[in-house]
C-alpha cells in the first residue's frame, strides 16, 4: 500500500471490465496531477463483519471511550466564527466542546462544562462576551481563564490557575478547525499523513460554506457513512445517474491508517449501458440534469430512469452543460466520434463557468478536475470532497443509541477573489420525518432528491442488521475496500 506521495503498490483485486480511470487519465486534454494517476491499495483479508459493531450499546461505549478521545474532530469552519468572540457548539456523544474565536484571531477550544457543578456554559452557538454558567454564575474569560467566582470569600481553596477551563488542541487546515482531546497524538496533518497534501492544489480555505444541512437518520452512524464511501450502489439506488457516472468503474485508495478515497468518473457511460448509448446520448443527459431540457427535447432514452435536474451522491456537481445547437462550435476540434467527446465538452464548459463565478483562472486544470468526483473520508466521520468548485463536505455523528445519527451536509464554493467570505448561515435541522427534499432550497432538488434515495435504505440495512440470522456482514473486495480500511482502523484504535 502506498503511504505517502509516489508510492504505489499493484492492486491484486478484480476490477470492472472496461474503460478504467487511468485510461480516462490518459485521454485528458490537460495534465493531469500525478496524486490522481497514483493507485494506492492493499489486500485487507475478507473477513465479514459482525453487525453488533452497529447495532450493540457495548460498541458505542466503546468507541466513545477508546476512539472519539484519541483522534482529531472536524468541530468547524473558520467562516462558521469570523469574528472575535465568536463561538462554536460541537457536541459529539456525550462530550461537549465550545470553539472560540480570540481577539487576535486565533482559535481556541474548551470543554463546554461549568467546573463548579458541571452544567453546560452554553447550549447553542452565537456571540460570547464571556461564558457564563446560568446556574451559579461563575464566568470564564473567552480565553478560559476566570472572570468571576460569586460569593468568593467561600471559595477560598479555589486559586484562579486551578479555575482555568481545561482545554483541548485546535488545528486549522483548509479552512477546518481540528480539535482533539488527547494531547499525544501527532498534529492534524501528521496524523492524517502525507496524502493529505493533495488539497494543497485545491485550496479549500478559499472557499465558503453556501448551505448546511442535517438531519438525523434512523441508522448508526457508520452504516450512514458507508453508504457514501462506494458508488456501485447507483445501479440500483440511482439509476437515473448511469447515463453519464462510470459508478462500477470508480477508483479506491486507502492512505495509512486516516484517510482514504474514491474517485467516481464523470460525463461517461456507466460500464453497465455503456454499448448501449453514444456520447451524444450522455451530452442530452447531462443537459437535462443541469436544468437544459430544450437541449435533450425529443431526443432521450426513458431506459435509464430520468430525473429532472436530478444530480446524486455520486455526482453532485452540477456541470454547466451547453445545449446541443452550440457545444460543437468552431472552438471545439474534438471529434463527436471520440470516445471522450462528452467529457471534454463538459469539461472546457466547467472551466468557463467556474472562471466566471470565481475569477479565477481555470483554463490549465485537468478535464478530471473539471468533471469528476474525488470523495475522501479522513477518519473517522468527515469527508471534504476534493476538487474545485462546488465542494461537498460529510460529517456524521453518533447520536442518543446505536440506531441513529446526525448527517451533516455542507455545501462549499469560491467567491470572487479578493472578497470578503459570508458568514456561514444556520445549519437547517431538517426534522426526522421530512424528507431532504424539504430542504431543497438549500440543496437544490437534484442533490436532496438523491439524499432521499439513499436515505431510503439505511432504516431498513439498521433493521436488518437487528433481524439478521447469522449476525454477518459481507463485504466486496474492491468497491468496498473503504468500508474494511475504516474497521480495520477502527480496530487499532478500540484494541489499544
Not at 4 to 20: A, D, F, V
Not at 64 to 79: C, G, H, S, T
Not at 231 to 256: E, K
Not at 405 to 416: A, H, P, S, W
Request: aromatic fraction near 10%.
Amino acid at each position: 500500500m502506498a503511504d505517502g506521495i509516489g508510492k504505489t503498490t499493484l492492486i491484486s483485486y478484480e476490477r470492472c471490465p472496461g474503460t478504467s480511470y487511468t485510461d480516462l487519465l490518459d485521454q485528458d486534454t490537460r495534465e493531469v496531477p500525478d496524486f490522481l494517476r497514483e493507485e494506492s491499495n492493499e489486500v485487507m483479508g475478507c473477513e465479514p463483519l459482525d453487525v453488533r459493531r452497529y447495532t450493540s450499546k457495548e460498541f458505542m461505549d466503546l468507541e466513545n471511550e477508546k476512539m472519539w478521545p484519541k483522534v482529531w474532530q472536524f468541530a468547524a469552519r473558520e467562516e462558521d466564527m469570523p469574528d472575535p468572540g465568536d463561538t462554536v457548539l460541537y457536541e459529539n456523544g456525550n462530550k461537549s466542546f465550545l470553539v472560540i474565536r480570540q481577539e487576535d484571531g486565533s482559535v481556541r477550544a474548551f470543554y463546554n462544562v461549568c467546573l463548579h457543578r458541571g452544567r453546560k456554559l452554553r447550549t447553542k452557538s452565537g456571540y460570547s462576551r464571556d461564558l457564563t454558567c446560568m446556574f451559579h454564575g461563575f464566568k470564564w474569560h473567552n480565553d478560559g481563564s476566570i472572570k468571576e467566582i460569586p460569593c468568593r470569600w467561600d471559595f477560598g481553596h479555589l486559586k484562579d490557575e486551578k479555575m482555568k477551563l481545561p482545554e483541548l488542541r485546535v488545528s486549522r487546515w483548509q479552512g477546518f478547525i481540528m480539535i482533539c482531546e488527547d494531547p499525544d497524538v501527532e498534529d492534524f496533518e501528521d496524523w492524517v499523513g502525507p496524502s493529505i497534501k493533495h488539497y494543497e492544489r485545491w485550496r479549500l480555505d478559499e472557499c465558503h460554506t453556501i448551505a448546511w444541512v442535517g438531519r438525523v437518520i434512523p441508522a448508526n452512524w457508520k452504516a450512514t457513512a458507508e453508504a457514501f464511501m462506494e458508488a456501485w450502489h447507483s445501479i440500483t439506488t440511482h439509476p437515473q445517474i448511469l447515463p453519464f457516472t462510470g459508478d462500477a468503474n470508480t477508483r479506491y485508495d486507502v492512505y495509512g491508517d486516516h484517510m482514504n478515497r474514491a474517485i467516481t468518473p464523470s460525463a461517461v457511460l456507466s460500464p453497465h449501458i455503456a454499448d448501449k448509448y453514444d456520447q451524444q446520448y450522455i451530452l442530452e443527459k447531462l443537459a437535462v440534469f443541469a436544468g437544459n431540457k430544450e437541449a435533450s427535447e425529443g431526443k432521450a432514452d426513458d431506459s435509464a430512469e430520468d430525473s429532472g435536474d436530478d444530480t446524486s451522491s455520486a455526482n453532485p456537481r452540477r456541470p454547466a452543460a451547453p445545449d446541443r445547437f452550440s457545444m460543437f462550435g468552431d472552438e471545439h476540434v474534438i471529434s463527436p466520434d471520440d470516445p471522450v467527446f462528452a467529457r471534454k465538452i463538459i469539461a472546457d464548459a466547467n472551466r468557463k463557468a467556474f472562471s466566471a463565478m470565481s475569477g479565477r483562472d481555470y483554463s490549465d486544470l485537468s478535464d478530471s478536475e473539471m468533471t469528476d468526483n474525488f470523495t475522501y473520508n479522513i477518519f473517522p466521520n468527515f469527508a471534504p470532497w476534493g476538487g474545485f468548485i462546488p465542494n461537498i463536505v460529510y460529517r456524521w455523528l453518533p447520536w442518543k443509541d446505536p440506531d441513529h445519527c446526525m448527517m451533516e451536509i455542507r455545501v462549499l464554493t469560491r467567491g470572487k477573489v479578493g472578497e470578503k467570505p459570508p458568514k456561514t448561515p444556520p445549519m437547517h435541522l431538517i426534522p426526522e420525518d421530512e424528507p431532504f427534499v424539504s430542504a431543497a432550497h438549500l440543496l437544490g432538488t437534484g442533490l436532496a432528491t438523491v439524499f432521499d434515495q439513499d436515505m431510503a435504505n439505511l432504516p431498513y440495512v439498521q433493521e436488518g442488521m437487528k433481524a439478521s440470522g447469522n449476525g454477518l456482514l459481507e463485504l466486496g473486495n474492491y468497491q468496498e475496500s473503504r468500508i474494511r480500511h475504516f474497521h480495520q482502523t477502527l480496530d487499532k484504535y478500540l484494541n489499544a
